[in-house]
């Protein structure tokens, strides 16, 4: 498990140390931040640093860290790299900096601030990209727990209207509406930090588990160096976009603005947004660790955990909860499981409502205001989830167009970061560098994946894919990526021109 623990303590180094270049590369000062001088009562309210960390780390964590670190262990034991260096280098400086230039832009929305430094079009695309995303997060952590609730009843032996994934799904649409359209103290600020001391006590329990048994042993990436996936997908990009909030993710960015309302010193930054980055990087490489352990590998393949999840996400995070910490764990790691993706839907609809709110200049002080936007934002969300539950959408779509819009939103907001940085004379590599990365791991996706142009380039027999064209997608990933960097190059010194 030497693996694991040498990874475990890169994410911990990471925090202290490169988390540290990042905040002082930003500089963060002693000026009064937004939830001091605009306090409104209902979403710029001052909080503590301590529920700021855990409200966030419940923010962006959702089935991310869980689900998508799960399905990252079909891999192998190379998702633990991907997991760590993404977190420190990629994921850490993303959720710092959407943050911090939020909190120096009074709070505003992602898409607001995206506008301020890459121009009016990218801030128009950024508006619809953050409010489709949103909604479909939103619909993802409705579903998902939904699933989650109905397996426990099954398993409790209940039946009839409680075993459905409609009736669960409906109630937690209800709260959503709640949540989103109420002060972000009366719910949120009181008691999702004790929700997100119960999800870092489950991840405890899970490793805990792990290594009292002796029969779990966590395979070393060097003994397991080569692709496990048991149907061959390909590494790159799949991987990178498969464990999305374990490393880096877009949809973090949409929440950071909402925390970025309610600090009281800009110091807070490193803590609370690197730092929950970093938690969540421990928790999914708790839980690919577990992945990698607890199932069967055939033939150099992640097999017996491709057919845990085979039986559905929901099936598959109860399996392992048993298997790591009994019936009486039980209880506990699935209470995390269903509340952590709840905690993040209803703020993921709630980040939808400001977004829109800032987009059409709505203010949100009155509740008829507030409600005029709270209606169709959650009726979107409950068309998908519904419809979804009634078999008519599939749910693993929605999730793969999720995957690669959250991290082409990562993308977008590296390369906003990185003009912020050029136009404060700072060092931008520390930005540019990852969002190029992403850059190269958003395009390479999109040209591959089926639900993509993957149908019109890989190849296919009687309707099954057979293998995948790497030799077109990969130099047009790369080529991407070098084009993107050199745009960024010339916007800084066509602005650097027209300053001089």
């Known amino acids: 498990m030497i693996s694991f623990l040498l990874c475990l303590a890169l994410l911990i180094v990471g925090y202290f140390v ?3 270049i990042v905040d002082n590369t930003f500089g963060p000062d002693d000026r009064e931040t937004p939830a001091v001088r605009i306090n409104d009562g209902v979403d710029y309210v001052v909080m503590p640093q301590w529920k700021l960390f855990l409200v966030q780390l419940l923010n962006i964590a959702g089935l991310g860290p869980i689900f998508g670190a799960l399905q990252g262990a079909l891999w192998g034991p190379v998702v633990f790299l991907w997991i760590t260096f993404g977190t420190i280098f990629a994921g850490g400086v993303h959720d710092y900096f959407s943050g911090m230039m939020s909190e120096r832009n009074d709070g505003a929305s992602i898409a607001e601030v995206t506008g301020r430094y890459l121009g009016p ?13 949103l909604i479909m997060v939103g619909t993802v952590f409705a579903v998902g727990p939904a699933g989650l609730i109905v397996t426990l009843c ?15 799904l409906i109630i937690i649409l209800v709260y959503y509406f709640i949540a989103t359209f109420i002060s972000i103290d009366a719910i949120i600020g009181k008691i999702y930090p004790l929700f997100g001391i119960c999800l870092i006590i489950m991840a405890v329990g899970v490793i ?12 070393e990436i060097w003994a397991n160096f080569s692709n496990m996936h048991p149907s061959n997908t390909p590494i790159w990009s799949f991987m990178f976009i498969t464990v999305a909030c374990g490393a880096i993710s877009g949809f973090h960015s949409t929440q ?8 009281k010193s800009e110091k807070q930054g490193h803590f609370v947004f690197y730092g929950a980055m970093v938690s969540e990087g421990i928790i999914a490489l708790i839980w690919a660790a577990a992945g990698c352990a607890l199932y069967t590998i055939t033939d150099g393949k992640m097999v017996g955990l491709a057919e845990a999840l085979a039986a559905g996400q929901s099936a598959a995070i109860y399996d392992v909860c048993l298997k790591t910490m009994g019936k009486v764990g039980v209880a506990l790691a699935m209470i995390g499981v269903v509340i ?5 839907g209803d703020t993921a609809f709630r980040s939808a409502r400001l977004t829109l709110a800032d987009w059409l200049k709505i203010d949100q002080d009155s509740y008829a205001n507030r409600l005029k936007l709270c209606v169709p934002v959650l009726g979107v969300g409950a068309f998908l989830g519904i419809g979804n539950a009634l078999g008519f959408i599939n749910y693993t ?3 793969r167009y999720f995957s690669w819009t959250n991290q082409t939103l990562a993308m977008i907001v590296l390369w906003a970061a990185s003009m912020y940085l050029f136009k404060e004379k700072k060092n931008f590599w520390i930005t540019a560098v990852p969002a190029t990365f992403m850059s190269a791991v958003s395009c390479t996706y999109f040209v591959l994946a089926p639900e993509c142009l993957g149908k019109m380039i890989n190849t296919y027999a009687d309707g099954k894919l057979v ?23 010339h916007a800084t010194k066509k602005h650097a021109a027209s300053k001089a």
């Not at 079009?121 to 995303?133: A, K, W, Y």
């Not at 099954?154 to 669960?168: E, Y």
């Not at 952590?340 to 993040?344: D, K, L, R, V």
């Not at 293998?467 to 190059?489: H, S």
Request: hydrophobic fraction near 55%.
């Open 18 to 20: 490169y988390g540290k």
């Open 121 to 133: 079009v990218m801030q128009n695309i950024m508006r619809v990209f953050s409010v489709v995303l």
């Open 154 to 168: 099954k398993n409790g032996g209940m039946s009839g209207v409680m075993t459905t994934t409609l009736f669960w």
């Open 208 to 219: 805990f588990g792990i290594f009292t048994n002796p029969a779990y042993t966590i395979p």
């Open 256 to 263: 950071s603005p909402l925390m970025a309302r309610c600090m």
């Open 340 to 344: 952590c993706p709840i905690t993040s």
């Open 397 to 399: 779509v929605i999730w």
């Open 467 to 489: 293998a995948y064209n790497t030799a077109v997608a990969y130099p047009i990933g790369i080529v991407f990526a070098i084009a993107m960097l050199a745009l960024f190059l």
